[in-house]
């Protein structure tokens, strides 16, 4: 299978701790996406790569979360001393330069204590 | 914030019925997306429109992407068990994919 590939599927980790979660997006794809989902909600929009260049950052995005994608292939999201209201789940997804479809992975659902 | 607006946000129907749900904007957008959720899982992606007045069709569902470029609806026909979970519209504007908060569909037995 050659899809979006996200790892862990879960973590659960106590308030303070560092967490980093990876993302492997379809082979092809230049553009990455980050996406943070809470209950009832629709996948919301963090930020996204062309390439290793991150070229947008949504002001959910706060300066405890960064993101990289270093050689343009896999994505890391860490999130630095975890709040409780970080729990959600995370999500990944790729496109083409066409950026007409967006491919998700199955997430990773994160729950602070 | 989320921009786009989907109706109803739950429906509850019978085994075989059509179903009808609509995703509308304030803001134009160049595509349209529809996605299906399902509990623990990323969505999937169901049909992509691309052009205003596009009807797209995938098997028992079928899509518009509205005149105005600001709606689109999905139907799905004959309902089965399986359709069960969360319908999402996504639309595509300035290379940002934004989405609906969803319409969850329960099937009664």
């Known amino acids: 299978d050659t899809g979006v590939s996200q790892d862990p599927r879960h973590k659960i980790t106590k308030r303070g701790q560092n967490v980093t979660f990876r993302c492997d997006p379809i082979s092809e794809h230049n553009r990455l996406y980050w996406y943070r989902q809470t209950l009832g909600q629709g996948p919301e929009f963090l930020t996204y790569f062309q390439n290793e260049a991150q070229l947008e950052k949504s002001r959910l995005l706060s300066d405890r979360f960064s993101a990289e994608r270093p050689k343009g292939s896999f994505s890391t999201l860490e999130i630095q001393r975890t709040e409780q209201g970080d729990s959600a789940m995370y999500l990944c997804a790729s496109s083409d330069d066409t950026n007409e479809k967006l491919f998700f992975g199955s997430g990773t659902q994160l729950s602070v204590l | 914030g989320q921009q786009l607006n989907q109706s109803p946000q739950s429906m509850f129907i019978q085994e075989g019925e059509d179903v009808s749900m609509n995703c509308t904007s304030s803001s134009i957008f160049n595509t349209w997306l529809w996605y299906k959720q399902d509990p623990g899982e990323g969505p999937v992606l169901l049909i992509a429109l691309y052009k205003a007045g596009e009807l797209t069709s995938n098997g028992r569902l079928t899509a518009q992407f509205g005149i105005t470029r600001k709606d689109s609806f999905l139907n799905i026909s004959a309902s089965i068990p399986s359709d069960v979970g969360i319908y999402f519209c996504?639309?595509?504007?300035?290379?940002?994919?934004?989405f609906g908060k969803g319409t969850r569909l329960h099937i009664l037995p």
């Open positions: 996504a639309g595509n504007r300035d290379d940002k994919i934004i």
